[in-house]
């Protein structure tokens, strides 16, 4: 009886663990953890940007990865552009910006 208990214990500690380690993060794969921060982040750099009466929101797409906020698509100025980078990096939770964005 004791063997069994044994067993089903190990077994379970086994399982966990792998469950732990498959939601883990890689360096080119998020975790699920990792994957909901960056989505509220995106969200969050989209709504700042909206919020931006200069800049048009729908010109701008904004990706997160591992909280790297990277920003395409195409503006009317340099200025948009700057403008853009700066209001993305106010944002909380934010580590950088990569800017992918093009003058029209």
Avoid at 42 to 55: C, D, G
Avoid at 69 to 93: E, P
């Amino acid at each position: 009886m004791k063997h069994l208990i044994r067993f089903f214990t190990a077994f379970f500690l086994a399982l966990t663990l792998l469950t732990a380690v498959g939601c883990a993060s890689t360096q080119k794969q998020e975790g699920s953890g990792e994957y909901v921060d960056d989505s509220v982040i995106t969200s969050k750099v989209k709504e700042a940007i909206l919020e931006e009466p200069t800049l048009s929101s729908a010109e701008i797409n904004v990706e997160t990865f591992k909280g790297i906020v990277q920003l395409s698509g195409f503006v009317s100025s340099s200025a948009d552009i700057h403008k853009a980078v700066a209001v993305a990096r106010s944002v909380g939770g934010v580590k950088s910006v990569k800017n992918d964005m093009r003058l029209k």
